[in-house]
């Protein structure tokens, strides 16, 4: 793990799992870090050099008052590329990430090769089937909270997790989670009101209206 400096003041963690061959660059949705990758991230590297990197706002990273639009942001990627020293790299983002790649592609296309959106490629001004999509998700069962031995250290909360879904890695799962003396689960970790509150007014500024510009690199929606 190292710190990148992207503007005065402000360091974005980035992992670099290392590898040979093309570069690959990947990018975690929203409240996720560049830890969401580490088990796919060794699975990648016999042929690929894979770098991750966590956001501005999220853990591991400054949480600065500002700077959370979309534009900034996908100017925080391309300052890592400089400094890391992947050339030409494909990006792979999942969810919110899909919107710095829409800048990336459009405002920065000689400086990557081609973006892979995962679950990513929406019309986030589109707001129609959301009724529909809530209707459905209203007949979806919970899963039980958790006990207090799942509580009782990360495994034990990876196991529980992975029973309803997936946990993912349990480096991703101490970025989430406060950690407790004893070692234990404590309660979930979250920006100051105040960055949560710079995040949600620059989303819903970009979002309406929503025109991402055209992307000019090949691209691949999952």
Do not use: C
Not at 82 to 95: L, Y
Not at 166 to 172: N, R
Not at 207 to 220: D, F, G, M, S, T
């Amino acid at each position: 793990m190292t710190l990148v400096s992207v503007e005065d003041g402000v360091e974005l963690e980035v992992l670099d799992w290392g590898g040979s061959g093309p570069a690959l660059v990947l990018l975690a949705g929203l409240g996720g870090t560049a830890h969401h990758f580490d088990d796919l991230a060794q699975t990648l590297t016999a042929r690929y050099r894979v770098v991750g990197v966590t956001r501005r706002g999220h853990r591991g990273s400054s949480a600065p008052p500002g700077g959370y639009g979309f534009e900034r942001l996908a100017a925080d990627v391309v300052r890592v590329i400089d400094v890391v020293g992947v050339r030409n790299p494909v990006v792979i983002g999942h969810s919110f990430a899909g919107e710095e790649m829409h800048v990336l592609g459009a405002r920065h296309s000689t400086r990557i090769r081609g973006l892979v959106y995962v679950d990513a490629a929406f019309d986030r001004g589109d707001s129609a089937d959301d009724e529909a999509y809530n209707a459905v998700a209203r007949t979806v069962p919970t899963a039980p909270g958790p006990q207090a031995s799942d509580l009782s250290s990360f495994a034990a909360l990876r196991a529980y997790l992975d029973k309803y879904g997936g946990a993912g890695p349990e480096g991703h799962l101490r970025t989430r989670y406060r950690t407790n003396p004893d070692g234990s689960v404590g309660g979930a970790w979250a920006p100051d009101v105040s960055v949560r509150q710079a995040v949600a007014k620059e989303m819903q500024t970009a979002y309406k209206p929503y025109h991402p510009e055209r992307i000019r690199v090949p691209a691949l929606a999952i």
